[in-house]
């Protein structure tokens, strides 16, 4: 916490995640450049901002989940090599751009903008950090301005899972996934797209894992009603972990497009890239090999209006909104605090949660921005603190005791997103797989060898088959035959492995195979499908 007495606290929670994507057998797939994208637009820009602010003094507090899928993709040496190749591309690609626009006082400048982008880009990747962002994101944790938490092993979606044994296993891998990278046990986990059933908290304290959030209907609903709404953690019943709900007005501040600070005119318009503007014979060597025209993250123009009729970007007007913005949103917090403290007989914490991916990749000055709102909270008021979730449990360790309601964040806040006519299909073949996998953990728990391979990646098969980015994709409609591709492959995997066993007839050569693709989690064990463990309520 960074002030010694506030009205209150306000606990911003980044959610960093992207779907284990990694294509060995291809020299260039272009799923991959989801996370190039990331890391050149959010992950390397955050890390900037919040190294900056701590080598200027500011203490500050950000809880920020870290997935494990992205944790893995971003300490995989392919997968490291191939962002260097990406960004240099990039460079290559802002040069020409220096070149083509060269006399254009606006243009030009953009585009020497996003030459300064890129380079710094690779400086913090490559030389700054030996390519690997997830020590860097650690040190932070260890310097006290992050608090680092974990999200189900995939991101699989917990109450689309028939079987618990299959959310333990989900949130047991996790939790030593998180343990291999940052060398500390989890306090917290973002559960998957706040996807909540009552119950799932005795697998989280079976874990060691200390609080969740919820969509804010999840506390609101909570039995008994929360005295303190989402203005204060509860405690589950029968356990001692808190759930934390989602504060709508700080939220919709900023995700909102419409209503939030990204749709303002001054700010730069994310749909106009020279991927897609400019001529296919020059930007060629930049796209998709087969001539698929991609994002190349330059983009010249501001949003302007509700028109196609666009402006080119003003960077020094954009930053100068950037600042009325996180002005408006710290006082917007302060005087929320000060009415709340007045009627609560505790500092009420507002929870603000985001995907990370919001900042910088959707909203480009998403960074300056929340490196303008951690300077205002320091250095232009004092009713307001930063703090985490585990600060807070810390000053207030005594809760009230409720069982939150089931819920969900998305549309209309009840699972419809991973549960309708496009994705259903999915869950008849992840319930078998989680019933087989179950079966075998239970009666092979001594199992070694071979054997134990093939166990161990059925397990890596069928978590890689839940991730609810695929159902998530399939919902709306973009990269639809990657992620149905993606979701028959993984099913076909591991039943040809159920087959093979049960047969006692193994290639191990397709077996070596896919523990060379699919090499997510190399410590797993399957033996956390077994049955016998305490189960959760239906």
Same mark, same amino acid.
């Given at each position: 916490?960074?002030?010694?007495?506030?009205?209150?606290?306000?606990?911003?929670?980044?959610?960093?995640?992207?779907?284990?994507?990694?294509?060995?057998?291809?020299?260039?797939?272009?799923?991959? /450049?989801?996370? !190039? =994208?990331?890391?050149?637009?959010?992950?390397?820009?955050?890390?900037?901002?919040?190294? #900056? +602010?701590?080598? &200027?003094?500011?203490?500050?507090?950000?809880?920020?989940?870290?997935?494990?899928?992205?944790?893995?993709?971003?300490?995989?040496?392919?997968?490291?090599?191939?962002?260097?190749?990406?960004?240099?591309?990039?460079?290559?690609?802002?040069?020409?751009?220096?070149?083509?626009?060269?006399?254009?006082?606006?243009?030009?400048?953009?585009?020497?903008?996003?030459?300064?982008?890129?380079?710094?880009?690779?400086?913090?990747?490559?030389?700054?950090?030996?390519?690997?962002?997830?020590?860097?994101?650690?040190?932070?944790?260890?310097?006290?301005?992050?608090?680092?938490?974990?999200?189900?092993?995939?991101?699989?979606?917990?109450? /689309?899972?028939? !079987? =618990?044994?299959?959310?333990?296993?989900?949130?047991?891998?996790?939790?030593?996934?998180? #343990? +291999?990278?940052? &060398?500390?046990?989890?306090?917290?986990?973002?559960?998957?797209?706040?996807?909540?059933?009552?119950?799932?908290?005795?697998?989280?304290?079976?874990?060691?894992?200390?609080?969740?959030?919820?969509?804010?209907?999840?506390?609101?609903?909570?039995?008994?009603?929360?005295?303190?709404?989402?203005?204060?953690?509860?405690?589950?019943?029968?356990?001692?972990?808190?759930?934390?709900?989602?504060?709508?007005?700080?939220?919709?501040?900023?995700?909102?497009?419409?209503?939030?600070?990204?749709?303002?005119?001054?700010?730069?318009?994310?749909?106009?890239?020279?991927?897609?503007?400019?001529?296919?014979?020059?930007?060629?060597?930049?796209?998709?090999?087969?001539?698929?025209?991609?994002?190349?993250?330059?983009?010249?123009?501001?949003?302007?209006?509700?028109?196609?009729?666009?402006?080119?970007?003003?960077?020094?007007?954009?930053?100068?909104?950037?600042?009325?913005?996180?002005?408006?949103?710290?006082?917007?917090?302060?005087?929320?605090?000060?009415?709340?403290?007045?009627?609560?007989?505790?500092?009420?914490?507002?929870?603000?949660?985001?995907?990370?991916?919001?900042?910088?990749?959707?909203?480009?000055?998403?960074?300056?921005?929340?490196?303008?709102?951690?300077?205002?909270?320091?250095?232009?008021?004092?009713?307001?603190?930063?703090?985490?979730?585990?600060?807070?449990?810390?000053?207030?360790?005594?809760?009230?005791?409720?069982?939150?309601?089931?819920?969900?964040?998305?549309?209309?806040?009840?699972?419809?997103?991973?549960?309708?006519?496009?994705?259903?299909?999915?869950?008849?073949?992840?319930?078998?797989?989680?019933?087989?996998?179950?079966?075998?953990?239970?009666?092979?728990?001594?199992?070694?060898?071979?054997?134990?391979?093939?166990?161990?990646?059925?397990?890596?098969?069928?978590?890689?088959?839940?991730?609810?980015?695929?159902?998530?994709?399939?919902?709306?409609?973009?990269?639809?035959?990657?992620?149905?591709?993606?979701?028959?492959?993984?099913?076909?995997?591991?039943?040809?492995?159920?087959?093979?066993?049960?047969?006692?007839?193994?290639?191990?050569?397709?077996?070596?195979?896919?523990?060379?693709?699919?090499?997510?989690?190399?410590?797993?064990?399957?033996?956390?499908?077994?049955?016998?463990?305490?189960?959760?309520?239906?």
């Amino acid at each position: 916490m960074n002030n010694s007495k506030p009205h209150g606290y306000l606990c911003l929670v980044l959610h960093a995640h992207l779907p284990y994507v990694r294509h060995p057998e291809c020299d260039y797939v272009m799923e991959e /450049n989801w996370l !190039f =994208e990331a890391m050149t637009e959010t992950y390397i820009p955050l890390l900037d901002t919040f190294e #900056r +602010l701590l080598d &200027d003094g500011i203490p500050f507090r950000v809880t920020m989940s870290l997935t494990p899928p992205l944790c893995s993709m971003l300490t995989d040496p392919l997968l490291q090599q191939r962002y260097l190749r990406h960004i240099d591309r990039l460079i290559d690609l802002a040069h020409h751009e220096i070149d083509r626009t060269r006399g254009d006082k606006a243009f030009e400048a953009l585009a020497r903008m996003y030459l300064a982008r890129f380079e710094r880009c690779r400086f913090v990747f490559a030389e700054k950090n030996d390519c690997n962002l997830v020590a860097a994101f650690a040190s932070l944790q260890k310097r006290g301005a992050l608090e680092i938490i974990t999200s189900g092993a995939t991101h699989g979606f917990f109450p /689309n899972m028939h !079987f =618990e044994e299959a959310i333990r296993a989900q949130v047991t891998t996790a939790v030593e996934s998180h #343990r +291999l990278f940052f &060398d500390t046990q989890p306090q917290g986990i973002w559960l998957p797209e706040c996807g909540y059933k009552p119950g799932i908290e005795g697998i989280l304290q079976d874990a060691g894992v200390r609080y969740f959030f919820t969509d804010t209907h999840g506390i609101l609903f909570a039995e008994p009603r929360p005295k303190y709404g989402v203005f204060a953690p509860v405690i589950c019943e029968g356990t001692d972990v808190a759930a934390f709900g989602r504060d709508i007005e700080s939220s919709k501040s900023v995700w909102s497009s419409k209503a939030g600070y990204p749709g303002d005119f001054d700010y730069r318009e994310y749909y106009r890239d020279i991927g897609f503007d400019l001529d296919m014979e020059y930007i060629r060597p930049y796209i998709d090999p087969m001539g698929i025209r991609i994002n190349t993250g330059m983009k010249y123009y501001r949003i302007t209006g509700k028109t196609d009729n666009k402006e080119p970007y003003d960077r020094d007007r954009a930053l100068r909104k950037v600042s009325r913005h996180a002005g408006n949103f710290t006082y917007n917090r302060e005087k929320q605090v000060e009415y709340l403290a007045s009627i609560m007989d505790r500092r009420p914490i507002v929870v603000a949660p985001y995907d990370a991916e919001l900042f910088g990749h959707w909203w480009y000055e998403g960074p300056d921005w929340l490196d303008a709102l951690i300077r205002k909270i320091s250095f232009e008021q004092e009713a307001l603190a930063l703090c985490s979730p585990s600060d807070y449990l810390a000053t207030y360790p005594e809760n009230q005791v409720c069982t939150p309601s089931f819920s969900s964040w998305g549309l209309k806040g009840y699972s419809e997103v991973w549960l309708e006519n496009r994705n259903d299909w999915i869950y008849r073949h992840l319930h078998k797989m989680e019933e087989r996998m179950v079966s075998l953990a239970s009666r092979k728990k001594t199992a070694q060898g071979t054997e134990r391979r093939i166990l161990n990646q059925m397990a890596r098969e069928l978590l890689l088959a839940q991730s609810s980015d695929w159902a998530f994709i399939m919902k709306t409609g973009t990269m639809v035959q990657y992620a149905q591709r993606r979701t028959k492959e993984h099913v076909a995997n591991f039943n040809r492995l159920y087959e093979e066993l049960r047969a006692k007839n193994i290639d191990r050569e397709f077996l070596g195979t896919l523990e060379s693709h699919n090499n997510i989690f190399p410590g797993i064990d399957y033996r956390t499908y077994a049955s016998g463990q305490p189960r959760i309520s239906k």
